[in-house]
């Protein structure tokens, strides 16, 4: 048990560092290669933060773990919303006044609701799959038309400010690039290892620790991010962000795991997890339409909830 806990901690660690190496240098490399600011945030940057919950999710059902893989990202999608936007509101409030912010989140209330009847017979196929990732992509192709025609309507944030200084030189490039490629399977072995280890240590099932502590460790970074945002009163991109996630959690990594190997579910997460997060899809969606600031009562009851979420799975 404690060789399967050192397993996961340092998977997980490995994961946020590893991640932030291919994105950074993904997107060192489009700038010199002098690709548009607009399409690297809208597709390299999007895509590499999402790269360790990718493979995480792959690494899972290839190993024949798929609770674990669809329970991160079921996880993921439900403590991006009671979690990271909980906590953050606790410190600076938050307000649903973003350019786009009504128009995403009923995408991915949509994206949420055909995930749900996708997985409805227990399992994630191919076709189903290719249906998720092509959307994604109209999605994409629409945010990048939308941001050249309606510059001021798309709520789009400098990538910079998330990720920071990126790589220039091409040994630099080259050296992130390599940390990332090479590094996300090693973590995401370890998370997945430690992960089943631990459900057979400790009597419960994988998806029960798949919707928790991989989940949250792989949402560790959005929280870092959101948490810092709220310190310095700019709170407000939490919710482009947050949905944005949830987005790609569902179309990216179930449709690219699912193209690869077709996902089995498990009962308890299409007649009770999938449900509780459609639940907090609606809140959110609710919340961004009405246009209502979540302050430190709102946040502190979605935190509260989200303990008890926590404590129900297991």
């Not at 938050?94 to 350019?99: F, L, S």
């Not at 870092?224 to 407000?236: E, G, I, L, S």
Request: one cysteine or more; glycine letters at 10%; aromatic letters at 8%.
């Amino acid at each position: 048990m404690l060789l399967d806990s050192l397993m996961l901690v340092v998977g997980l660690v490995l994961l946020v560092f590893t991640g932030d190496y291919l994105v950074k240098g993904a997107a060192g490399l489009a700038e010199a290669l002098e690709i548009p600011p607009l399409i690297i945030g809208l597709t390299i940057v999007a895509f590499g933060t999402s790269a360790p919950e990718l493979m995480v999710s792959l690494q899972s059902a290839l190993a024949g773990a798929p609770d674990i893989a669809v329970g991160n990202v079921v996880g993921s999608n439900i403590a991006n919303v009671l979690l990271v936007m909980g906590l953050p509101a606790l410190i600076a409030a938050i307000h649903a006044n973003q350019a786009g912010l009504a128009r995403n989140v009923a995408i991915m209330l949509a994206f949420t609701v055909a995930f749900m009847w996708m997985i409805s017979d227990g399992q994630l196929a191919r076709v189903e799959a290719a249906w998720l990732f092509a959307g994604l992509l109209i999605f994409i192709v629409v945010q990048i038309v939308r941001a050249r025609t309606h510059v001021d309507d798309v709520g789009i944030e400098d990538y910079h400010d998330e990720l920071g200084e990126m790589p220039h030189s091409p040994v630099r490039i080259a050296f992130y690039l390599a940390g990332g490629i090479i590094g996300l399977p090693v973590a995401a072995h370890l998370t997945v290892a430690g992960a089943s280890g631990l459900a057979e240590s400790f009597g419960v099932s994988q998806a029960a620790i798949g919707l928790t502590i991989v989940a949250v460790g792989t949402s560790l970074p959005e929280l870092a991010t959101t948490m810092m945002a709220a310190w310095r009163k700019n709170a407000d991109v939490a919710l482009g962000n947050i949905i944005g996630s949830n987005i790609f959690n569902i179309a990216a990594i179930m449709g690219i795991t699912g193209l690869i190997v077709p996902v089995s579910v498990s009962p308890v997460l299409v007649e009770r997890d999938m449900w509780f997060m459609l639940a907090t899809s609606v809140v959110l969606t609710v919340l961004c339409f009405a246009r209502i600031t979540t302050g430190k009562i709102l946040g502190g009851l979605m935190f509260a909830i989200y303990l008890a979420y926590i404590v129900s799975v297991f």
